[in-house]
């Protein structure tokens, strides 16, 4: 009897877990097929090499103007401005908490590294205007410090948590009979971090890097607020940007249903969405061209 009931209530959860696993599946290509639909129909009315390669985003002019080629440079400097800074810091401070870090810092440590992931994108974005905007702007001798470099100290703030947690898993991961191997040759500490245990743990910091580099793609409240939103042609660090997830936040609340403007802006998350895709395509293949390289 006992048995019996056992059994069913196995299958009644396999069945539930497999009912999730394809709801969720399902949920994904709703989605992509609903960007899919509407970036086909922007792509009627508007050449996808015109689109791509525009330098003019002025969906309101006459005539209107649908370039992306600024929305897509703006978001590849803040997002490679966020990761010269977020990348060495979040490394360096996993190697420190993993490796050098005493029992008591690293109990208060890293909880509030993790707590810093559930400070709200528009506080954040907010500290941005109020403390480090003035900042830049008196470094930089400009009226304001909302431009792209505001916007990439910000995300690199943003991405630490995701970066360092990952990363210290990771180091933390390593077998002791690696270390134990690399004192006995006379190595050092720093020498052993740098020449084993970072090497030994690349899979894991490169899957850390790119779920940095997936935060900072994404973010929208932070960069709407910091970056000054100017839809002109970048010019380098300290010109006001607008990236494409501040592009669809600012427009899509005005913007008319079923207009030409209207299918941009999912045109524009398509190719937001194909960028992230990349991103964790090429993670992909480098973590498993690290592991076999390993195992080998």
């Known amino acids: 009897m006992k048995l019996a009931i056992r059994e069913k209530t196995d299958q009644a959860a396999k069945l539930l877990f497999r009912m999730t696993g394809l709801m969720v599946i399902a949920i994904l290509a709703g989605i992509f097929l609903m960007l899919l639909w509407n970036t086909g129909a922007f792509f009627l009315k508007v050449k996808p090499f015109d689109f791509i390669t525009g330098t003019q ?3 309101s002019g006459n005539p209107a103007n ?26 360096g401070t996993a190697a420190y908490l993993s490796d050098y870090a005493g029992k008591k810092l690293k109990s208060f ?7 810093l992931a559930s400070v709200p994108s528009v ?34 703030v943003m991405s630490l948590p995701t970066i360092i947690t990952v990363t210290q898993d990771a ?8 270390k134990e191997a690399s004192y006995s040759v006379g190595a050092n500490r720093w020498q ?20 940095g580099v997936g935060r900072a ?24 940007v607008r990236t494409m997830t501040a592009t669809i ?12 403007h209207y299918y941009a802006l999912f045109a524009i998350a398509a190719v937001l969405f194909l960028m992230t895709l990349l991103v964790n395509i090429v993670g992909e293949h480098y973590v498993n061209k690290y592991r076999k390289y390993q195992a080998s």
Do not use: D
Not at 171 to 178: F, I, K, Q
């Open 57 to 59: 985003w002025n969906p």
């Open 66 to 91: 649908y370039g992306m080629l600024p929305l897509l440079v703006s978001t590849s400097l803040v997002t490679f401005g966020a990761m010269c800074i977020a990348i060495p810091l979040g490394i």
């Open 109 to 115: 440590l890293k909880p509030a590294i993790e707590m």
């Open 123 to 156: 506080a954040i974005g907010f500290l941005g205007i109020v403390v480090l905007g003035p900042g830049i702007a008196r470094m930089a001798g400009q009226s304001n410090g909302l431009n792209a470099l505001n916007g990439a100290i910000l995300l690199a």
């Open 171 to 178: 180091l933390e991961g390593v077998p002791n009979a690696y």
């Open 192 to 211: 052993t971090l740098i020449q084993v245990t970072i090497p030994a743990a690349a899979p894991g910091i490169l899957a850390a890097v790119m779920l």
């Open 217 to 240: 793609i994404g973010e929208t409240m932070t960069v709407l607020m910091a970056t000054g939103n100017a839809s002109a042609f970048p010019t380098g660090f300290f010109h006001s």
């Open 249 to 260: 936040a600012i427009e899509m609340g005005e913007v008319p249903y079923q207009t030409t």
